[in-house]
């Protein structure tokens, strides 16, 4: 069993940045492909972030390319999201989740373990 806790949400304004944190613990944390999404109010969840075991692919969403950096410590077992240039539309619960496939993948149905949330507030 694997569990996630994520950390680092918040409220801040427009043009402004939050670094999310996911500490995992059980299973070995280093073999996982690692992933962000978020759901906002009245939507559906969506993919934001994954990165691959090794951290060296990466993948994101059309809509934070070029604002957010998902980067992983894996002798902390712990997964970023760093996220700058702060949208309104960014306002959502995040989650993290991990993915026991070694394949970085954008669809939620294919992560096996996620946390509980943290929620982001972006305000105008």
């Known amino acids: 069993q694997v569990q996630l806790v994520e950390s680092g949400g918040g409220l801040v304004q427009a043009g402004g940045s939050l670094r999310l944190s996911c500490v995992a613990s059980g299973r070995t944390f280093s073999s996982f492909t690692m992933g962000w999404f978020r759901q906002a109010p009245g939507k559906e969840r969506e993919f934001v972030a994954a990165?691959?075991?090794?951290?060296?692919?990466?993948s994101y969403a059309d809509s934070v390319k070029g604002r957010f950096t998902i980067s992983r410590d894996n002798a902390r077992n712990t997964v970023y999201l760093q996220m700058n240039s702060l949208k309104p539309e960014d306002t959502a619960v995040y989650y993290c989740?991990?993915?026991?496939?070694?394949?970085?993948?954008?669809?939620?149905?294919?992560?096996?373990?996620w946390g509980q949330g943290t929620q982001v507030t972006v305000s105008s």
């Open positions: 989740a991990a993915d026991v496939g070694i394949v970085v993948v954008i669809i939620e149905s294919y992560y096996d373990y």
């Open positions: 990165i691959s075991w090794n951290g060296g692919i990466t």
